[in-house]
């Protein structure tokens, strides 16, 4: 089949009939396949935005944790901007963590090219 031309090739041959049923069909393949193409983006979507939101939450409770701990425990002792320097490092980490294992879950092209099923 693969020395065949186009035309004459039963998979990718045209469906009988007039033009105008012939443009009818392909533009419904086509819609076919956007609405699945769009489907699938919508869904990697809403995963996103949740990972996203999941991941900021967790950050901000993590880092407020953080500040109140070492600021009940050592606030005599450490200034302010130690402090801070400790709360935005931790956030720096954990959120890098965070978009690290939402990028892993979140990818479906395997290393074919198809898009794959989780």
Do not use: C, F, K
């Not at 469906?15 to 919508?42: I, K, N």
């Not at 409770?61 to 801070?84: E, Q």
């Amino acid at each position: 089949m693969h020395d065949m031309p186009p035309s004459r090739n039963p998979a990718t041959r045209p469906p009988e009939g007039r033009p105008l049923e012939r443009a009818v069909s392909l533009a419904q393949r086509v819609a076919t396949h956007s609405a699945q193409l769009l489907g699938l983006e919508a869904r990697i979507l809403i995963r996103a935005l949740a990972y996203m939101l999941l991941g900021a939450l967790l950050v901000a409770i993590g880092w407020s944790l953080l500040l109140v701990m070492i600021g009940l425990l050592l606030s005599p002792a450490v200034p302010a901007w130690l402090l801070l320097l400790a709360g935005a490092l931790t956030q720096g980490v954990v959120g890098a963590l965070l978009v690290r294992y939402a990028v892993q879950a979140l990818d479906p092209i395997e290393d074919n090219g198809a898009i794959g099923e989780e």
